[in-house]
């Protein structure tokens, strides 16, 4: 079988696309199972134009992440027309977004009223009309290209009304990245609780507001270690010195950051959504990644993943949140154990090493007509 000629358009340097698409074709370039090009949609080096050309003539398939417009539409049939397979990745269900994530901004369609009084408010924070138009696109867009590539098979459910072929391609880890150096410690004293996400998340850390303080008043060696978003909602009756927060890196050095925070467990709230449960669970895998264990809330993806009790712990209440977290507080021997099965899942089902060459297969037989 011919390996594979895949043209990857990398529009930003955010997690979704450097996990998915620009560390992914790396590897199978690395691996030499797939020819790649990379082309950054924000270089601005005079070679770019010529990248852009040259990796469309001469590759099989054209892969690219979430975008859409009349011109995208229109370039994929362009592409079609010339033999290309066109690939779009999607990670997220972006037909059923959360009136609470940030991220509905682009993807609401309609007001969302709490105590009577409308929380968007058509033409000031959102623009419902120019929402349904990119969705209609979206729409046109996913029943026009090859394939969709997306994250788990929950996902895939989700699409197979809007679009003819996808392909479940894993979120993964890179761990030869996330292995290099020695793991740290600050303080030995300290127990440190990680939580790591954007904005989009808030309704996913509501889900722990009530074990914030409880863990603080009950174990004073812990400090919550947040990155990314911060809502001082939560941390209003927190003394300062209990939490630290760190702010978004660049995705680079993202695991470098992330294994120099020193974390001892890892959190992953998250409300049980029609959206959420189509997600993944890379929160997790970050963590196995950096050999520590998790609690999570207990709905999909984390149940999909983590076996209660053995690698990570699920929590169905607050209640059930603080007796996992006690346990891992208080016993350093469990959180090693934990922490090492978590890695050992990681390593065995979600390592780049272990994702690239299903992608490539499924590429390779994408292009050789053999897939179904």
């Given at each position: 079988?011919?390996k594979?000629?895949?043209?990857?358009?990398?529009?930003?340097?955010?997690?979704?696309?450097?996990?998915r698409m620009r560390?992914?074709?790396?590897?199978?370039?690395?691996?030499?199972?797939?020819?790649?090009?990379?082309?950054?949609?924000?270089?601005?080096?005079?070679?770019?134009?010529?990248m852009?050309?040259?990796?469309?003539v001469?590759?099989?398939i054209?892969?690219?992440?979430?975008?859409?417009?009349?011109s995208?539409?229109?370039?994929?049939?362009?592409?079609?027309?010339?033999?290309k397979?066109?690939i779009?990745?999607?990670?997220?269900?972006?037909?059923?977004?959360?009136?609470w994530?940030?991220?509905?901004?682009?993807?609401?369609?309609e007001?969302?009223?709490c105590?009577?009084?409308?929380?968007?408010?058509?033409?000031v924070?959102?623009n419902?009309?120019?929402?349904?138009?990119s969705l209609?696109?979206?729409?046109?867009?996913?029943?026009s290209?090859?394939a969709?590539?997306?994250?788990?098979?929950?996902?895939?459910?989700?699409f197979?009304?809007?679009?003819?072929?996808?392909?479940?391609?894993?979120?993964?880890?890179?761990t030869?990245?996330?292995?290099?150096g020695?793991?740290?410690?600050?303080?030995?004293n300290?127990?440190?609780?990680?939580?790591q996400?954007?904005?989009s998340?808030?309704?996913?850390?509501?889900?722990?507001?009530?074990?914030?303080?409880?863990?603080t008043?009950?174990?004073p060696q812990v400090?919550?270690?947040m990155?990314?978003?911060k809502?001082?909602?939560f941390w209003?009756?927190?003394p300062k010195d209990?939490m630290?927060?760190?702010?978004?890196?660049?995705?680079e050095?993202y695991?470098?950051?992330?294994?120099?925070?020193?974390?001892?467990?890892?959190?992953?709230?998250?409300?049980?959504?029609?959206?959420?449960r189509?997600?993944?669970?890379?929160?997790?895998?970050?963590?196995?990644?950096?050999?520590?264990p998790?609690?999570?809330?207990?709905?999909?993806p984390?149940?999909?993943d983590?076996?209660?009790?053995?690698?990570?712990?699920l929590?169905?209440?607050a209640e059930?949140?603080?007796?996992?977290?006690?346990r891992?507080?208080?016993d350093?021997?469990?959180?090693?154990?934990?922490?090492?099965?978590?890695?050992?899942?990681v390593?065995?089902?979600?390592?780049?090493?272990?994702?690239?060459?299903?992608?490539?297969?499924?590429?390779?037989?994408?292009v050789?007509?053999?897939t179904?």
């Amino acid at each position: 079988m011919n390996k594979a000629k895949v043209f990857v358009i990398a529009r930003d340097y955010g997690a979704c696309t450097h996990i998915r698409m620009r560390q992914v074709a790396r590897k199978m370039q690395e691996q030499n199972i797939v020819n790649t090009m990379i082309l950054d949609v924000g270089q601005t080096v005079p070679e770019a134009n010529h990248m852009m050309s040259n990796g469309m003539v001469n590759a099989d398939i054209v892969w690219f992440g979430r975008s859409v417009s009349e011109s995208v539409i229109c370039h994929t049939k362009k592409l079609q027309e010339l033999g290309k397979k066109i690939i779009i990745d999607l990670d997220d269900f972006i037909f059923n977004v959360s009136p609470w994530s940030a991220h509905y901004d682009l993807f609401g369609t309609e007001e969302f009223y709490c105590d009577g009084k409308p929380v968007w408010k058509d033409k000031v924070n959102i623009n419902l009309a120019n929402n349904k138009k990119s969705l209609k696109e979206y729409h046109t867009l996913l029943g026009s290209v090859d394939a969709l590539s997306v994250t788990t098979p929950r996902l895939m459910e989700s699409f197979k009304p809007y679009t003819k072929k996808i392909f479940v391609f894993p979120n993964s880890i890179d761990t030869s990245i996330w292995n290099y150096g020695q793991p740290m410690r600050r303080n030995p004293n300290e127990v440190r609780i990680l939580w790591q996400g954007g904005v989009s998340h808030y309704e996913d850390f509501w889900q722990i507001k009530e074990v914030i303080p409880a863990i603080t008043k009950k174990y004073p060696q812990v400090k919550w270690v947040m990155m990314g978003a911060k809502w001082d909602f939560f941390w209003k009756d927190i003394p300062k010195d209990r939490m630290e927060y760190h702010g978004w890196v660049h995705m680079e050095a993202y695991p470098h950051v992330l294994k120099l925070l020193a974390p001892d467990i890892g959190v992953c709230p998250l409300a049980d959504t029609v959206f959420n449960r189509a997600k993944s669970s890379i929160k997790y895998y970050e963590h196995g990644a950096l050999s520590i264990p998790t609690v999570a809330s207990n709905v999909p993806p984390y149940c999909d993943d983590i076996k209660d009790g053995r690698n990570g712990y699920l929590a169905s209440s607050a209640e059930e949140w603080v007796v996992k977290l006690s346990r891992l507080i208080e016993d350093s021997v469990e959180r090693s154990r934990m922490g090492g099965e978590a890695r050992r899942y990681v390593d065995e089902n979600r390592s780049l090493e272990v994702v690239a060459p299903l992608v490539a297969k499924a590429m390779g037989a994408f292009v050789n007509g053999k897939t179904h």
